[in-house]
């Protein structure tokens, strides 16, 4: 039989258990800690447990475990029973934040009333304190849907921005306003930390896809903590990295991690042997030099913004861009390139039902390999070109596929001098809106000779004389087109073809649907096709489409209102703008980085490093391209029918109409109901409708030719917002 002191300790032992799970909420456990002047490192230390461990329990990420939980209990109940909460203290309830529906980031969590507003703006700019979290920063709250959805793994966000202070102090800052300490003192123990403690990085977008690498960005304070230099020398600049000598070349080296060709440079990629499936690498983005291009994660009027903003607040707007896009690779065309094979990863592990063992299958709507290329369709430098042309030769249509976004401008008439004003318009995220729904072909091309009969369900490239096509008088929805003050949909100057030239499918197909006889000489087609772009242009476009929600200019908006939020939206949120530029971005640099050329690594006529990839397919880009310029023909014959109307530039996507006032509304017509024209232009936030680039007048555009002796594309000089800028020059 037990003893009276063997079941004294069993009691005791099942008190002690229960006293373990009598925490209080982690608000009060921060403020209990505040009240008796305790860091959270005396904490840590009174606990034998990490500081970051103490700063996880007040915010409510993580929750102590035994033997730690009981002591921390019993401290929490010695100091509750010294300073209990006041009544005036208690703060009321404060409102629910008021969120877009379209918003997918973090809901903030309401800022009590009782916080005074001084202390809200000194916690943008306080340093890291002795707790870990920014002083002042507001956790991120989660609605248990997206709490349940989290991986643990990446629980800490995708990224961080490493930053030190004065004494020497490294801290990570994390998306949700967390800052972690950084105990690493050299560039691989900083990795080793970030692979088995900061719990970084983002899950799959795709189930057979894999997950992201956690990015650390580095500031000019955190390189000179690990050795690094802040600036590149001009030679370093050339190579794209420090040289192999370099100490830290040398550290990481030693310390058995791998890099990749490229060295240790702007986006340095270091890594160690995968455990198993479990990839072990770790990206540094490294900020003082250049990886972030201002012209498209940042602002071209600031161009040191992004190396004076705020740890915590760049980590914001990176973290959204993770959130919303992906996480960064690089440019944002590399990323935009990169999240095309998230979306539609290549291949996928499939059980082979003879041996019962996992192997690799591809899939069937994604692109897995290279396949030959077409001579029409590469750039002049491709090697396969090598010896079939002299050196400066200029290909012609007849030998190149040249389709390009528009590049036009024509004089105006009399009539249309008569009005005061030129009114652009451009149309949301081009490309992207492209992309969506169009067909592209997923194999290697076929070639069909002996005048094959046109096929517009097989994407690619098809030699076809259009020189017979009269597009001066055409029929739309019962009314004349006067088809010569329009340009041509068949080339990028808007010139009527002379002779047989290379054509997308989707530039055949609208001369079909126009009514023309298309009768090809020769084609380069691919059989296995797919919707390949769509998953990509959805997820670009919710991305766009919250983001302009966050400044105030959501899809219901129309007409004046819509233009006063499109003026008042980068004073909303500044962020939000950036965000905005860093997406729109991604969608156009993707598109060109299919057919991307070389940029002098190589002699001309030598294989280039781009060439290696998967996605190295300028047949897609062409396609895309012709879709986006016989789209955009197609509204302006929509608008010309509805309303007599014609431009006398575009630019891309940017049109240039003569207007009677300084308005978008003055010029775009509508239905009698005040609708705009179906299959015309329409007003709107969403990729494919338009937004007003700038208004200007005509005196400045004959100014302007006049100066220059030319008609020349005034489109893309057009944009101000003021409609007397220039007049009279």
């Known amino acids: 039989m037990s003893t009276e002191n063997e079941l004294f300790s069993a009691v005791d032992?099942?008190?002690?258990?229960?006293?373990?799970?009598?925490?209080p909420d982690p608000a009060e456990r921060k403020r209990l800690r505040e009240a008796a002047g305790l860091s959270q490192a005396q904490i840590a230390t009174a606990l034998n447990a990490r500081r970051e461990a103490v700063g996880n329990w007040e915010i409510g990420k993580s929750e102590p475990r035994p033997p730690k939980r009981a002591a921390y209990a019993r401290l929490l109940e010695g100091l509750a029973a010294r300073f209990p909460t006041p009544v005036a203290d208690v703060p009321a309830a404060a409102p629910a934040p008021v969120v877009p529906k379209s918003f997918t980031g973090p809901v903030p969590e309401p800022v009590p009333a009782a916080v005074p507003p001084s202390r809200q703006a000194a916690s943008n700019t306080a340093r890291p304190s002795a707790t870990s979290r920014r002083p002042g920063a507001k956790k991120a709250a989660k609605s248990t849907a997206t709490a349940a959805a989290v991986d643990p793994r990446f629980e800490n966000g995708p990224l961080a921005v490493?930053?030190?202070?004065?004494?020497?102090?490294?801290?990570?800052?994390?998306?949700?306003?967390?800052?972690?300490?950084?105990?690493?003192?050299?560039?691989?123990?900083?990795?080793?930390?970030?692979?088995?403690?900061?719990?970084?990085?983002?899950?799959?977008?795709?189930?057979?896809?894999?997950?992201a690498d956690p990015i650390l960005v580095?500031?000019?304070?955190?390189?000179?903590?690990?050795?690094?230099?802040?600036?590149?020398?001009?030679?370093?600049?050339?190579?794209?990295?420090?040289?192999?000598?370099?100490k830290v070349v040398k550290q990481i080296e030693r310390a058995g991690l791998q890099m990749t060709q490229r060295g240790f440079g702007p986006w340095a990629r270091l890594y160690r042997d995968p455990e198993g499936s479990r990839r072990r690498c770790?990206?540094?983005?490294?900020?003082?030099?250049?990886?972030?291009?201002?012209?498209?994660?940042?602002?071209?009027?600031?161009?040191?913004?992004?190396?004076?903003?705020?740890?915590?607040?760049?980590?914001?707007?990176?973290?959204?861009?993770?959130?919303?896009?992906?996480?960064?690779?690089?440019?944002?065309?590399?990323?935009?390139?990169e999240l095309m094979t998230a979306l539609r990863p290549p291949t996928r592990a499939e059980k082979n039902p003879a041996t019962g063992e996992f192997e690799r299958a591809y899939n069937e709507d994604a692109l897995t390999q290279l396949y030959p290329v077409v001579p029409c369709e590469v750039p002049d430098e491709h090697p396969i070109l090598k010896g079939q042309f002299a050196r400066h030769h200029l290909r012609t249509?007849?030998?190149?596929?040249?389709?390009?976004?528009?590049?036009?401008?024509?004089?105006?008439?009399?009539?249309?001098?008569?009005?005061?004003?030129?009114?652009?318009?451009?149309?949301?995220?081009?490309?992207?809106?492209?992309?969506?729904?169009?067909?592209?072909?997923?194999?290697?091309?076929?070639?069909?000779?002996?005048?094959?009969?046109?096929?517009?369900?097989?994407?690619?490239?098809?030699?076809?004389?259009?020189?017979h096509v009269d597009l001066s008088r055409v029929r739309v929805n019962g009314r004349t087109v006067d088809g010569s003050r329009l340009p041509s949909p068949f080339t990028p100057k808007g010139d009527t073809p002379t002779g047989p030239a290379w054509y997308a499918t989707p530039t055949l197909q609208y001369a079909v649907e126009l009514g023309y006889d298309v009768a090809p000489i020769e084609a380069y087609v691919r059989t296995q096709t797919g919707r390949y772009l769509d998953s990509w242009y959805k997820r670009l476009r919710d991305a766009y489409v919250a983001t302009m929600a966050d400044m105030g200019v959501t899809t219901d908006l129309q007409g004046e209102e819509f233009l006063e939020a499109m003026a008042r939206r980068k004073q909303t949120d500044p962020t939000m703008a950036l965000l905005e530029t860093a997406i729109k971005a991604t969608a156009k640099g993707a598109i060109g980085k299919l057919?991307?050329?070389?940029?002098?690594?190589?002699?001309?006529?030598?294989?280039?490093?781009?060439?290696?990839?998967?996605?190295?397919?300028?047949?897609?880009?062409?396609a895309v391209l012709a879709n986006q310029r016989t789209g955009l023909h197609r509204k302006l014959m929509k608008t010309?029918?509805?309303?007599?109307?014609?431009?006398?530039?575009?630019?891309?996507?940017?049109?240039?109409?003569?207007?009677?006032?300084?308005?978008?509304?003055?010029?775009?017509?509508?239905?009698?109901?005040?609708?705009?024209?179906?299959?015309?232009?329409?007003?709107?936030?969403?990729?494919?409708?338009?937004?007003?680039?700038?208004?200007?007048?005509?005196?400045?555009?004959?100014?302007q030719f006049e100066e220059r002796g030319e008609v020349f594309n005034i489109s893309n000089l057009i944009k101000t917002a003021d409609p007397t800028a220039g007049e009279g020059e």
């Open 13 to 23: 032992a099942l008190l002690k258990q229960v006293a373990q799970d009598e925490l």
């Open 162 to 211: 490493v930053d030190a202070d004065a004494n020497g102090q490294v801290s990570a800052y994390c998306v949700g306003g967390l800052v972690l300490d950084v105990p690493a003192k050299t560039i691989p123990a900083l990795v080793d930390w970030t692979l088995t403690e900061a719990r970084l990085g983002q899950a799959r977008l795709h189930r057979n896809g894999r997950d």
């Open 218 to 246: 580095l500031t000019a304070s955190a390189l000179e903590r690990f050795g690094l230099p802040v600036a590149l020398s001009e030679e370093e600049r050339h190579a794209g990295r420090i040289p192999a000598g370099h």
């Open 282 to 337: 770790v990206q540094l983005c490294i900020l003082p030099w250049h990886a972030l291009d201002v012209r498209e994660w940042g602002r071209k009027d600031d161009p040191e913004l992004l190396l004076t903003m705020h740890p915590a607040d760049l980590v914001q707007y990176l973290g959204l861009y993770a959130a919303r896009v992906m996480t960064p690779r690089g440019s944002t065309a590399t990323t935009g390139l």
């Open 397 to 467: 249509p007849a030998e190149m596929l040249m389709e390009e976004p528009y590049d036009w401008c024509r004089p105006l008439t009399d009539e249309e001098c008569a009005n005061p004003y030129l009114v652009v318009v451009d149309l949301n995220m081009s490309f992207a809106a492209a992309a969506n729904g169009l067909t592209v072909g997923l194999n290697g091309p076929t070639h069909l000779e002996d005048n094959p009969a046109f096929d517009s369900a097989l994407p690619g490239s098809w030699l076809v004389d259009l020189s």
């Open 595 to 622: 057919r991307q050329r070389s940029r002098g690594q190589v002699p001309y006529y030598e294989p280039y490093p781009a060439l290696d990839r998967w996605t190295w397919r300028p047949d897609i880009r062409a």
């Open 640 to 703: 010309a029918a509805a309303a007599d109307l014609y431009p006398v530039a575009i630019g891309t996507d940017a049109i240039v109409y003569p207007s009677s006032g300084p308005s978008p509304l003055d010029v775009l017509p509508t239905t009698p109901e005040g609708k705009p024209v179906p299959g015309g232009f329409r007003l709107g936030v969403s990729p494919g409708m338009v937004k007003w680039q700038g208004t200007q007048t005509v005196l400045w555009a004959e100014s």
